[in-house]
């Protein structure tokens, strides 16, 4: 899968297993892709690089944008769907906005 941010197209990785969504890009460094998590909340223990994170509802309807997430921080979003970590300064995405562009 892959998502397009205006003119940048990056490499989406779904998270479904166990593993995958604990781990998500800690310890990471020169992150150059995407994930996407189908859950309520993240975290950024242990992370190497802050992140942009987008958390949508079901249709993918933005509603929240965190970016430049530090390191150490826990978000919980009873209403979220989908969360998509993204690498620091990419998102070009707003509130209210739709993620067409994930193919």
């Known amino acids: 899968?892959?998502?397009i941010l205006e003119n940048t197209e990056?490499?989406?990785?779904n998270c479904i297993h166990f593993k995958d969504k604990?781990?998500?890009f800690?310890?990471?460094?020169?992150?150059?892709?995407?994930?996407r998590f189908k859950c309520k909340s993240i975290h950024t223990f242990f992370m190497k690089e802050n992140i942009d994170v987008i958390i949508t509802d079901k249709n993918n309807k933005?509603?929240?944008v965190y970016n430049n997430l530090s390191?150490?921080?826990i978000i919980i979003k009873?209403?979220?769907?989908?969360f998509y970590e993204l690498p620091n300064n990419t998102n070009t995405y707003k509130?209210?906005?739709t993620i067409k562009n994930v193919i």
Request: hydrophobic share 45%.
């Open 22 to 24: 604990l781990l998500g």
């Open 26 to 35: 800690m310890f990471k460094r020169n992150i150059n892709y995407a994930l």
């Open 62 to 64: 933005v509603l929240y």
């Open 71 to 73: 390191k150490n921080k």
């Open 1 to 3: 899968m892959k998502i």
């Open 10 to 13: 990056l490499e989406l990785k």
């Open 95 to 97: 509130v209210n906005d």
């Open 78 to 82: 009873k209403d979220a769907y989908y």
